[in-house]
């Protein structure tokens, strides 16, 4: 039965097929990386738990001691924050470089390059779960309770991996036709750290510009998780809403530009 | 049409390509510099590929032949699904395993050894780890790389690197196979080698692209060779037709370089 060689670009249902038929691409590339990635430090794979707990310090000492913050459990305020965004920031960051970092070995093989920003996600997933057994260590640690809230975390987490995901699909295919981009991203997702209520709450935002403020999809992405896991409360419906819908669009534009694309990647590296 | 192992349909293959140009006299040497800077350059199309059309049987050793730069790799690599044409397909059918290079199928996992990179190798060309498992321990056997398997692939010779990728070839039954000059580098033991490896891929009735610069080799297995010239078909027949006429034609033609218009 003769048929297309590029038969996978013609319908996304037959794209996600040839996926799971190289899906082993993504556990061997993530056992590569969990292997070597903390390999021959003395401190070795605790490096999981310290990387983002000195990132935290940091923070901590410079808002709370040297800018005087006064919030009640100001760390573990900061770390949902930090937590939520170590997850979109590196999903994104390694996501626009995942193809390009091939190199010469496209020429080599063929396979759906869609795999490597998937195992970009899943790299970062790993790094996280880290972070979230901090998080509740620190809740344990400040005797702060779970409510039944805490049920959201698993959807609020689908909308970050579908973030994750969609970014670093959009970020892939800009960064092999715009060399510089990753230089332009860095900077640009930093200010976007900054200008969102991840540092600080968003009551410090004067009134009058507090409504276009709430459009920063990643304004209900942390405080929503604030609420669930701090405070115990339900999302932040009104700014939640953003948020997802934004999840569900950056997928979807990521996605079919990516698998629109790919067929070109390997003229244009 | 059941008996077609590879169709070749009016493909066509365009470049974009940039050039970066620069001016070498020390006068403008300023204009040199502000070009350099902001990486000014023309862009122009360069047409790889020109109403490439052909049919392979199942079981066909066929040959091909051209210049450098005529577009011999460029198509390998269409039909490997590497470059999607500008216009035309190609059709298949039963699995493909492309061979560009000795080495470079093991990537930047030079750090791993020859045993963890026959897994990265299989993974890559779509197999799952329980199927490697079975042909595992007969491909490190018939690589004869011994102990060396276990060691960094950075330590190999290209030989090495060669043996362990037919050995994969052999084990992982493609069926169509096309070897990009990979047969003409190696010491004469490999060179001998190269003949038995093609027998054995004829055993198992695999469809076989052979490009080569060397016409002994492609008189001595191919029936059938494809002549390709600046991206055309120059010619397409049988061997004894072809081959004489090619090798007149490189015995003629004196570093003739290739117009990109």
């Known amino acids: 039965m003769l048929s297309d060689v590029n038969k996978k670009f013609s319908s996304p249902f037959l794209y996600l097929r040839e996926m799971w038929r190289y899906r082993q691409i993504v556990l061997m590339l993530f056992r590569n990386r969990v292997l070597s990635a903390h390999k021959g430090k003395y401190l070795g794979n605790l490096w999981y738990f310290l990387d983002p707990l000195f990132q935290l310090l940091v923070w901590v000492f410079i808002f709370q001691f040297v800018f005087r913050i ?5 760390p573990i305020f900061l770390f949902c924050g930090i937590t939520c965004w170590s997850f979109l920031g590196n999903s994104w960051r390694e996501g626009c470089s995942c193809v390009t970092g091939m190199g010469n070995f496209m020429f080599e093989v063929n396979f759906p390059k869609m795999l490597l920003v998937v195992n970009v996600v899943f790299i970062s997933l790993y ?43 959009l970020f892939a295919v800009i960064g092999i036709f715009i060399r510089d981009f990753p230089n332009i991203l860095k900077p640009a997702l ?80 | 049409m059941d008996d077609q192992a590879v169709k070749v349909e009016n493909v066509s293959l365009k470049f974009k ?55 011999k790799t460029t198509l390998a690599r269409i039909i490997a699904g590497i470059y999607t044409p500008s216009i035309g397909r190609v059709l298949v059918n039963g699995k493909i395993n492309a061979l560009f290079s000795l080495g470079g199928g093991f990537q930047q996992n030079v750090e791993f050894s020859g045993r963890e990179n026959i897994y990265s190798y299989c993974i890559y060309q779509g197999y799952n780890k329980s199927k490697i498992d079975r042909i595992v321990d007969g491909v490190i056997e018939f690589s004869e790389l011994g102990d060396f398997v276990d060691a960094p692939m950075k330590t ?42 093609l027998e054995i891929f004829k055993s198992h009735g695999a469809t076989i692209v052979f490009i080569s610069h060397s016409i002994e080799m492609i008189k001595q297995h191919c029936k059938r060779v494809i002549w390709l010239d600046n ?30 218009s």
């Open chain 1, 70 to 74: 006064r919030r009640e459990n100001y």
């Open chain 2, 17 to 71: 390509l940039n050039l970066t140009k620069s001016k070498s006299s020390a006068k403008s040497f300023f204009f040199l510099l502000s070009h350099k800077i902001l990486n000014i350059s023309e862009r122009r199309t360069f047409l790889a590929l020109d109403s490439i059309s052909f049919e392979i049987k199942k079981g066909e050793l066929l040959g091909i032949v051209g210049r450098n730069g005529a577009g």
């Open chain 1, 127 to 169: 790094y996280i779960a880290f972070q979230i057994f901090i998080l509740f260590f620190m809740l344990y640690v400040a005797k702060i309770g779970l409510t039944v809230n805490i049920l959201y975390l698993p959807l609020v987490i689908s909308v970050m991996v579908l973030m994750g995901l969609g970014g670093g699909m």
């Open chain 2, 231 to 260: 991206g055309k078909i120059k010619m397409d027949g049988l061997s004894q037709d072809v081959l004489p006429v090619y090798g007149d034609f490189i015995g003629r033609v004196k570093g003739v370089v290739r117009r990109i």
């Open chain 2, 156 to 197: 190999y010779s290209a030989g090495m690197k060669g043996r362990l990728i037919f050995s994969m070839a052999t084990y992982l039954k493609p069926d169509i196979i096309i070897l990009d000059e990979v047969l003409s580098a190696g010491d004469p033991s490999f060179q001998k080698k190269a003949g038995n490896i």
């Open chain 1, 190 to 269: 930093r200010l976007w750290w900054f200008l969102s209520p991840a540092l600080y709450s968003i009551e410090r935002i004067p009134l009058k510009y507090r409504d276009i403020f709430k459009l920063n999809p990643l304004c209900g992405l942390f405080q929503t998780v604030r609420n669930i896991v701090l405070y115990g409360k339900s999302p932040t419906w009104d700014t939640f809403f953003i948020t997802v819908i934004f999840g569900i669009a950056l997928f979807a534009i990521g996605f079919s530009i990516f698998y629109k694309i790919e067929p070109d990647f390997t003229k244009n590296i």
